[in-house]
């Protein structure tokens, strides 16, 4: 495909030689007005590139004029104004001839100038009472100097004005300049959109001459069964299931005889995902069908096809039914205030985030126990992930998905999560999912969380360190911790969480992004899976959001397939050693009223307190916590009065933990001698699900102070 001459044109990039005007240099004795007790002093001026600049010619600091003027002479044409100009130049002559060459201490290799003014922001004014004066403003302050004569006022004035111009010149020059870049840049990314419009159509007619092909082979495999079947009518019922048999292995070689014979089509399954068709392909087969079909998706099963009964816990019985949850948040009771983050934290640039007292107008109605919880949205694929072998490529991609499909509730949160109180806990024990859990913050500062929770044939444990630092413009959360994944099989799984940031918090649309390198490690097979997540960039828009990742076995070699690859706030695929192209995992839909939180269906669910749920949390459970709990229905004022009250009251519980007994974590304990990142920091170790069963909490702080009964607006009544 030959380019186009627009494209030709924009391609070459103009000269910007600099201007012949700039070679020249003005230099000349003026009077300077210093100040009232000094009153005008002789200074010497030079005009150099745009920027005036003197010097002293008397006293201890004077420049060595001399050498000054050789200096300018090596780098351009050097006029000098005025009579008294040329006589200081050969007193300084006279002088280094005769210390023999020698450079005084007052030289110009060693004195910098007095000062300097930019004429691009400068004003040139002339003096209408005195013809030899004249003003220079820069918007902060004056210049004021005298000429010898006349005409040396107007031969200063004529340059200044000149090198003025040439400054705007110049500047427009630039302006050219990176218009017509902006400009090539802009036909490049239109090129570039046409060749994958293009490659998109190609690709289509591929699958859909592909589609064709293939109903053409089934048409006329059903047209030959057709006719065996005719012909084998009068043949007795053993002998016909021999036949089948022998015909079955008949097609299958006639089959793979096509295909050789076929021309075989390969594109890639990225470009496909990106045009929307591999995902519309994925989605107009029926979900019960794996089309095994090269360019296809085949969609994950649904976890009541891969679950027997057998996987059912037993605790699972006593919480049925379900409790019918919400879709929305309660409408908020006040009008929020607007206030600038900016005008609160901009003296906290590079400090901890957790150390930052803010109002609870940047927080969502959710705890950072919460935000773990969120993870645990999709755990259907890991029930998926419990029906494969231990080890093998398909249990790895599932937990893969599952990796992944954390971050898709990211997109769009940019508010702050609640900061833990030390001992606050949130259970989540969902009988929909088969799935149970129970989160506690065991280290105040710096923030430590442990999770554990169980499903349908596995168990899931995990801690991390949060570290975040605001750097003026943006937030970065760094989790230093280790999640292990374990299956009854005894299969175990392990990975780190990538880098987090939220950017553009000062000018710009916010946004939240993440980016680094996951690493999933299989114990039972030593397999290996490397994760990329690519952050967003100028050049790199339409790669935003986007995950890719490869197999290693334990020697280190990189598997040609299966490849994973999608977007963490979209869907997850696998092309697979077939070619095929598998849907691992897709987003869910969002709430039909997500408010400016952002919150899918699964985070709005969250904080609900469902009826007979009250009697069985226990007191810890950050659904109980009245800042939050008023936030979530809108009353701002009594939020940051009851956040006020509890970090005065966490502070005064901690200083008294200091002078006593450290707390230590209730539901979780410290694994001396453990590496953050290489190993669990922290181990549940049994109690809180037979606490809550008996409904008798031992050993539990009140870190909320709530004083019963509850009133209508207190945190237990939902």
Known sequence: MEWSEDLRLALKVPELSPHPMYKQIVAGVLVKYVNFGKGWRHRLFVLHNGVLRYYKVFGESRVNVHALFEQLRKQGELTLIGAETGVVENKWKSRNNALTGISSPGSHETIAPQAEMHLQVSRLQESSTDYRKFYIHNGTKTMRLRAETKEDRWAW???????????????????????????????????????????????????????????????????????????????????????????????????SASTDEDDVVFYDAMELARSGSLGSIGRAESLDEAPSQNGTVEPAKPPAETCGKEDVPEWLAEELPAPVRRDRLPPPAQQEKSVSLWSIIKECVGKDLTRICLPVYFNEPLSALQRIAEEMEYSELLDTAATFPPGSEERMLYVVAFAVSGY?????????????????????????????????????????????????????????????????????????????????????????????SINNLIIGKIYVDHGGIMRIHSSASGLVCKLKFREQGVLRMREAHEVRGHLELPTGEKLEKPLVFGKWDEAMYAEMPDNTQRLLWQKSEPPPDPTRYNLTKWAIQLNEITPGL?????????????????????????????????????????????????????????????????QQAYVYHGGYFEAREAGHWPGVRDIFGLDPPASPTSPHAH
């Open 408 to 500: 898709s509730s990211t997109a769009g949160r940019t508010s702050k999560p609640f900061n833990p109180l030390l001992g606050e806990t949130y259970e989540i024990v969902h009988p929909e999912k088969g799935l149970r859990a129970i989160v506690e913050k065991v280290v105040h500062h710096p923030t430590v969380l442990a999770a554990y929770g169980e499903g349908r044939g596995w168990k899931f444990a995990g801690d991390a360190e949060v570290k975040s630092k605001f750097w003026g413009r943006s937030i970065e959360l760094t989790p230093v911790g280790l999640l292990t994944l374990t299956f009854q099989d005894g299969d175990e799984y392990t990975w780190n969480k990538v880098v987090s």
């Open 157 to 255: 004035t004529t340059a200044l004005k000149q090198a003025k111009d040439l400054l705007v010149k110049q500047h427009q020059r630039y302006h050219n300049f990176m218009t017509a870049e902006s400009d090539k840049r802009r036909l490049l990314l239109e090129y570039l959109h046409k060749l994958e419009n293009d490659k998109r159509q190609l690709e289509t007619a591929m699958v859909v001459e592909s589609r064709i092909h293939n109903k053409r082979n089934v048409s006329r495999r059903s047209l030959a069964d057709t006719q065996d079947g005719l012909e084998q009518s009068e043949i007795g019922e053993s002998e016909q299931s021999d036949t089948d048999v022998d015909e079955d292995e008949s097609m299958e070689r006639t089959d």
């Open 614 to 678: 009250e009697k069985k949390l226990a007191p810890t459970d950050c659904r109980l916590r009245p800042d939050q709990h008023h936030l979530e229905l809108g009353q701002y004022d009594q939020a940051n009065a009851e956040k006020l009250r509890l970090e005065t009251k966490q502070r005064a519980a901690r200083k008294a933990a200091e002078r006593g007994d450290p707390i230590k974590p209730r539901w979780f304990t410290r694994v001396e001698g453990a590496e953050p990142g290489r």
